[in-house]
């Protein structure tokens, strides 16, 4: 209507000012307000967290002399490229990985984590996998660190 002002939200004024920062309004959704679709799996267990260390020796003897955890032997994975050591923490594990040769993955994670950290978590699904082959989730291939573990 002409001659009548409407109120802008100060929010749309605010993202003018600052073209790289990306305001939202801010927006309220229920839970009954849709249908809620059955799982298409069941989420299992947390098997282990794998974490990017730069020295494998310091790492495992830290959970082994230090924390006395129960630890693994080096195991050297090179299809992975990484060399793994496993740590028992009774209800899960810990994977430490460091890098095997110099295309290693968890090369490239060290170079931009040089104090290393978490590189991945690991859950057990129940269910068929292909709704997460369809969302883009990335799916390791087999269980086969696994098997090193006693």
């Known amino acids: 209507m002409p001659g009548?002002?409407?109120?802008v939200p100060k929010w749309k004024?605010?993202?003018?000012?600052?073209?790289?920062?990306?305001l939202r309004a801010p927006t309220a959704r229920r839970l009954s307000d849709r249908a809620v679709p059955r799982p298409l799996w069941k989420l299992g267990r947390l098997n282990h967290v794998a974490?990017?260390?730069?020295?494998l020796k310091k790492a495992t003897a830290l959970y082994r002399d230090v924390l006395r955890a129960r630890v693994s032997e080096v195991v050297p994975l090179p299809e992975h490229g990484v060399y793994t050591v496993f740590v028992e923490?009774?209800?899960?594990k810990l994977e430490l990985l460091h890098p095997l040769g110099e295309k290693s993955?968890?090369?490239?994670?060290?170079?931009k984590n040089q104090a290393g950290g978490i590189h991945h978590i690991c859950l057990e699904v129940l269910g068929p996998l292909d709704p997460f082959q369809?969302?883009?989730i990335l799916l390791s291939k087999t269980r086969s660190r696994n098997r090193h573990w006693n």
């Open 4 to 7: 009548v002002k409407m109120a």
């Open 13 to 22: 004024l605010a993202a003018g000012l600052f073209p790289r920062l990306h």
């Open 51 to 55: 974490i990017a260390v730069p020295d």
């Open 89 to 92: 923490l009774g209800n899960t």
């Open 105 to 111: 993955p968890i090369a490239g994670f060290l170079q």
């Open 134 to 136: 369809t969302e883009g």
